[in-house]
Every structure is written in C-alpha cells, then in structure tokens.
C-alpha cells in the first residue's frame, strides 16, 4: 500500500490527557558539520543547525533532549549488537536510546546493501552503517519509535525494502530522502515543523514529508527535493494507520509484517529517478 501525499512549498548538496512530563520522552541528535578526520567528505557546516531546529522544537513540546555533535558521532551508535560486533544502539550514547532520533550527515547508497549513513570519525574500522547493520525499537532492546535520516539516499525508492530488517525491531517510522537532499540555514524552519506538526496537527510521518519536501527553489538550484516516510504494522491497515502516529501517541509497538510509504508522486530528485 502507497499513501501519496502532495505537500505545500518549502523552502545546500550532501554525498491528550497526560501531561507532557508525564510521558518522560527523549529526542535526540546526530549531527556533523564538518569531515576533515580519517573519514573525509565535504563539509556541511549548515546541518546540525538543522538538526537542532527539530530538537528545538521537541523541547518546546516537553521533551528531554540530548545532541551528539562531530566526532562524538559514530558508525556504533546505529549499529545493534545483534547484528554487528561492537554495535552499541541500545547504549546510553547509542541512537536507538531515545524515543526520536534524527541523523544529520552524508549518506551514500550501495546497489546491494542501499543506504549507509557516513561518519567523519572510524569506529572499529567503520565509516558507514548500513540497514543490515540496524535494529530499532523495543523488540530489540532500544526505545525508539521514530527514525529520522537527514541524509542523501536515505530512502532510495528502489532500496526502500531494505529498511525492513532495521525494523524487525519494532521501530514505528523511518524517514529519509529519496535521491539528494540539501543543507542550509533556509531548511530549519521546515525541520523545527517536523517537530511541532508532527506532535500537534498530524502524523509524524506526514509532517516529515509536508516539512521537507521542496519542489525546487533556488536553495537548491531548481533541483525537487524528495523525502520519503516508511510506517510499519503487524498488519497492511495498520501501517497505513501508523502514519497517523504523532510524537505524543503511544500507539503498540508491532512486528513489521508490513510496509506502507508516503510520499510526494512524481517528485523527481538530483541523482535519482522520478518517485512512482
């Protein structure tokens, strides 16, 4: 099941009954600017201003927060320890830690393996983390209910069924783009709506996508930005239900028997085809 959604304008390139207390929910940021250590790329000095107008946001709305900055952030933090020796997601410092995590940085995409997400710092020999390498949520000892990757590739259409290993975990939603994205100060207004629409007005995943899509501007040199929003259910009508899922529900953590996906269709990106 697709759930197509076409989203307002948004506005530079990468390779309620409770009280708020009550829910003690964390958030939490993976944020590099710059790669000039043993894993070089392009710096983006941009992104964790990006990742921080979020986090802003989430603490606005009651949530803890915590920030990972440059080399504090490492291929072990999103690597689980079911999958990997030395994957430590589940730690204190680790990404599946939290309620929400969102991942600032490069990321790139292999034909066989899709996305892997880029560090500036080795971990054990590691500058990337692949899907293969991830498991999120309860079921695999974590917390995380939404994923967020502001990253090149990080859902690539055509790779977008290896996302479901990471979510044997039982992690809720995983966003990302679809072909390039881009960085700079114009996109954190869109990501700090991520955060407030996605608690108040509308489904987390549809919040990423409304927030971040961008139909070409000249941030981006008229070039379509595409991001992508998986939601995951024991069942086909409740995956397309977990799209609905907002930051403060609390809705059961499921086996991901099934995949729903919400997009914008058409949407053609730089360095990737046309979306269906």
């Known amino acids: 099941m697709q759930n197509i959604f076409r989203p307002r304008l948004l506005t530079l390139v990468c390779a309620g009954a409770l009280s708020l207390a009550a829910w003690a929910d964390e958030a939490r940021t993976f944020a590099i600017g710059e790669w000039n250590a043993d894993c070089p790329a392009n710096t983006r000095t941009e992104w964790p201003g990006m990742c921080q107008a979020w986090l802003d946001g989430m603490k606005k709305n009651g ?3 915590s920030t990972y900055l440059g080399a504090q952030v490492r291929a072990g933090a999103f690597m689980d320890p079911a999958k990997v020796a030395g994957g430590r997601d589940n730690t204190a410092d680790g990404a599946d830690s939290a309620d929400a995590t969102l991942f600032c940085g490069h990321g790139g995409y292999s034909p ?11 971990e054990n020999g590691n500058c990337r983390a692949y899907p293969d390498q991830m498991l999120y949520g309860p079921l695999a000892g974590g ?19 290896l996302w479901k290993s990471a979510a044997e975990g ?14 700079g100060w114009m996109f954190n207004e869109g990501y700090g709506k991520v955060a407030s629409q996605g608690y108040s007005q509308k489904g987390v995943a549809k919040a990423w996508v409304d927030n971040t899509y961008d139909p070409g501007s000249w941030y981006t040199g008229n070039n379509k ?3 992508v929003s998986l939601a995951f259910g024991d069942a086909e009508y409740s995956a397309a239900y977990t799209l609905d899922e ?31």
């Open 170 to 183: 039982g992690v809720h939603v995983i966003t990302g783009f679809h072909g390039l994205m881009y960085i």
């Open 246 to 276: 907002g930051y403060f529900h609390h809705w059961p953590t499921m086996k991901p028997n099934y995949m729903t996906s919400y997009y914008v269709s058409k949407c053609e990106p730089n360095g990737a085809p046309a979306l269906p």
């Open 143 to 161: 917390k995380a209910r939404f994923m967020h990757f502001s990253a090149c590739n990080s859902i690539r259409w055509e790779h977008r069924e």
């Open 112 to 122: 066989t393996r899709g996305f892997f997400a880029y560090f500036q710092n080795q």
């Open 63 to 65: 949530w803890t927060a």
């Open 225 to 227: 930005v595409c991001p």
